[in-house]
């Protein structure tokens, strides 16, 4: 296994213009990559010796879909990026003085189009792999596309975040609200008819996100946005990080010198590719793509995966202890300035769980901001049913979702297939995401944000 | 005086280009060996006292400067280097960049065989020798490459490489102006690899006046082959991540065991 894994690393380095360029096959293992980034691990039965993660979910997750099963879509689209001072926002951090302004794309076509606004999963950027996926396959279905970063991206949380607390998604809803409401406003144009209609998807935690934004522009009325299309959503934000946080338990143990092990073997990983290659990138699709070939067990595909979320936690957790003091990795009286050494900082934060980050810093931060909340209160707020009357009855809700999905227990299956019955598509495989891009995921797709998806028969 | 600062700029560009590539294998079979080690190597185990911390490993004596210079690269590269090598990639088709990669690296060739030699591998001098000649000639000037389909492939070395080969390590992490993370020991290769250049002067090319001409454009043509963006992860700890990515990256490619000690599990 591990010398197929080599070879097929070599060949992945041999291609012209390494990753710049890649050819297909180097792309669809790009892709299979990236697609595994927002993922995590675990099938709603418990067949695998992980208990919440089987084997084909996890391999799913990181190498992707096979290459005959993917969508057949053009290489790149016409981007522009736009950097972006928002409105509304707090002041910034010195130590985030990279951010003040929010990094997004722009796919324009030639004339009036449906404009679809695309969110990013959990630290995800505007330009994630997955969002470029998805841009190819809904300009070249005739979209305007905008894509956003994930509100607990770092570059989201400095230029944007009202709070600088991410992961509410009430809080997040409302902040990504503001943020498309101006940029749609810049990119509408004078005549304003360049916008047929405005459409949101988003996958993973990108997907309640756009849920979400649908809804409270319903209450607003500012943008009229149509449809949502939620791809592999969580349902309850605290269900999926206990999952999270239980698979690298279970995947590396809970003692920081496994963790620490497997970190190093990871980015050691990583620099043997920049080695060989013109291209550094330290996002998350790279490093899974990186570690792929070290991920020689199920055990570490778990725990290379479940490394992927936290290199975003550590961001996001970094950002939250900053804003308001919590003090876990910083000290509040003297907060780290541009030029500072971090390193501390980041081994502390290493070692924190996404529970963690809910105790030390979202709890205190929303209790104490909240009148009346409770810490049950916030994990309730935190779970689609907040607009579950929405989600039920307005007919331009849609939902993507795979029979092993990771982030989901059983329960939040049920719920989704409750909620959204025919809106909803469960696909028999893939995890998390580890199907996006396949001809059915992208058809579906296509069919949702237009309003002519009919499930076929059940 | 100006010749001097550009040609000094020229050769800190050019060589630029050489940090950012694989030590030549010492078999000939250089991705191989780097994969193969890439793959393995959290098989091995070496070291003294055990360290488990990954970050402990870098030694960066000089972080303060560093840092600086880091956002300053961040910056420079946002304001004024990406974008120019974004319009440099816009207004010429791929196959005149090529040309232009393949140009620079062909004037590179020089500092190949000089450090094959130096590294007692007089092979690895004569391919580079017999790349440089095919290409100058056959590829008119080293704008095409024909000796790479004839089974020479480009075997990158540096001075710093060099060092390393005699048991140089790599001395404290040194974050260049402009060409980025490196070390003590690779950034003074740089200026060696720079000052061969510039005195063995190819075809007057690096003692003319418009020396600094042709090193904007090997810049320029460096940055649109690497496919890197600042700061594009939003992470406030790119700095400790890149400089333990290089250094790591570095210590592979001299072949030197990065895998944690004994007693980290």
């Known amino acids: 296994m591990k010398n197929e894994q080599a070879s097929r690393r070599y060949r992945w380095r041999r291609l012209p213009g390494r990753f710049a360029i890649p050819g297909q096959a180097g792309l669809a293992l790009l892709l299979s990559l990236a697609l595994a980034t927002t993922c995590l691990a675990a099938p709603a039965d418990s067949e695998s010796p992980l208990g919440l993660a089987d084997s084909a979910a996890l391999r799913a997750m990181v190498f992707g879909p096979d290459p005959e099963n993917l969508a057949p879509l053009p290489e790149t689209v016409p981007t522009r990026e736009m950097n972006i001072a928002i409105e509304g926002g707090l002041p910034v951090p010195d130590v985030f003085w990279f951010n003040r302004k929010l990094r997004v794309h722009f796919s324009e076509q030639p004339g009036p189009a449906p404009l679809a606004i695309l969110i990013a999963g959990t630290g995800g950027n505007a330009d994630s792999q997955k969002l470029r996926l998805l841009r190819r396959a809904l300009y070249a279905a005739g979209h305007h596309v905008l894509t956003l970063p994930s509100p607990t991206f770092p570059g989201f949380i400095v230029a944007a975040s009202s709070t600088g607390v991410a992961g509410d998604l009430y809080q997040d809803g409302l902040d990504l609200h503001r943020v498309a409401t101006q940029l749609v406003g810049q990119l509408r144009g004078r005549k304003g008819d360049r916008f047929t209609e405005i459409n949101v998807i988003g996958y993973s935690l990108g997907g309640a996100n756009a849920a979400m934004l649908k809804a409270i522009d319903g209450e607003a009325g500012t943008l009229g946005i149509r449809r949502a299309v939620a791809i592999n959503p969580p349902v309850s934000l605290f269900s999926t990080i206990g999952r999270l946080d239980h698979l690298l338990e279970l995947s590396v143990g809970d003692n920081e010198q496994g963790f620490d092990r497997l970190y190093h073997d990871i980015y050691t990983q990583l620099s043997s590719l920049y080695a060989v290659s013109d291209a550094m990138h330290i996002d998350q699709d790279f490093l899974l793509g990186a570690a792929a070939s070290v991920l020689d067990s199920d055990r570490r595909l778990a725990a290379g995966i479940s490394l992927s979320f936290r290199m975003s936690l550590i961001n996001l957790f970094f950002a939250g202890d900053i804003y308001t003091g919590a003090g876990v990795a910083t000290d509040p009286q003297h907060p780290p300035r541009r030029g500072d050494s971090l390193e501390e900082a980041m081994r502390v934060l290493r070692h924190q769980s996404f529970s963690a980050y809910f105790e030390r810093v979202f709890a205190p931060f929303y209790l104490a901001r909240r009148p009346g909340a409770t810490r049950e209160s916030l994990i309730a707020d935190n779970h689609l049913e907040i607009i579950g009357d929405l989600l039920r009855s307005d007919p331009d809700y849609y939902a993507q979702t795979n029979a092993d999905e990771l982030i989901l227990d059983r329960e939040d299956l049920d719920w989704l297939r409750r909620t959204f019955g025919p809106r909803l598509v469960v696909y028999d495989h893939g995890g998390h995401l580890g199907n996006l891009g396949e001809k059915q995921q992208i058809q579906d797709l296509l069919d949702m944000v237009s309003g002519r998806y009919a499930r076929s028969a059940p | ?265």
Not at chain 2, 16 to 33: D, E, I
Not at chain 2, 55 to 64: I, K, R, Y
Request: charged residues 15%; proline residues 7%.
């Open chain 2, 1 to 265: 005086m100006n010749k001097i600062v550009s040609a000094a700029s020229l050769a800190l560009l050019m060589a630029g280009c050489a940090s950012h590539h694989p030590a030549p294998p010492a078999t000939g079979q250089p991705s191989a060996t780097i994969v193969e080690k890439a793959a393995h190597g959290a098989a091995a185990r070496g070291g003294t006292a055990p360290d488990c911390q990954m970050e402990s490993s870098v030694a960066d004596p000089w972080e303060p400067f560093n840092r600086a210079v880091y956002n300053f690269n961040a910056r420079f590269d946002e304001a004024i280097f990406l974008p120019v090598s974004r319009g440099y990639t816009r207004i010429l088709p791929r196959p005149v960049r090529s040309s232009v990669t393949n140009f620079f690296k062909n004037l590179g060739e020089l500092g190949n065989i000089v450090n094959h030699g130096l590294q007692g591998r007089i092979s690895g001098s004569a391919h580079s020798l017999s790349r440089f000649l095919i290409n100058t000639t056959i590829g008119i000037g080293g704008l095409f490459d024909p000796a790479k389909p004839l089974g020479l492939e480009r075997l990158p070395t540096g001075f710093g490489h060099t060092l390393a080969h005699w048991g140089a390590g790599p001395g404290p992490y040194l974050v260049l102006p402009l060409a980025g993370p490196s070390s003590l020991r690779d950034g003074g290769g740089l200026l060696f690899d720079g000052t061969v250049s510039y005195s063995v002067n190819l075809a007057g090319l690096y003692q003319s006046d418009h020396a600094w001409a042709l090193g904007t454009t090997a810049a320029i043509d460096t940055r649109s082959n690497v496919n890197f963006r600042y700061y594009a992860s939003g992470s406030p700890f790119e700095y400790e991540t890149v400089r333990f990515l290089y250094s790591n990256m570095r210590m592979i490619e001299s072949g030197v065991d990065t895998a944690l000690p004994d007693g980290c599990e």
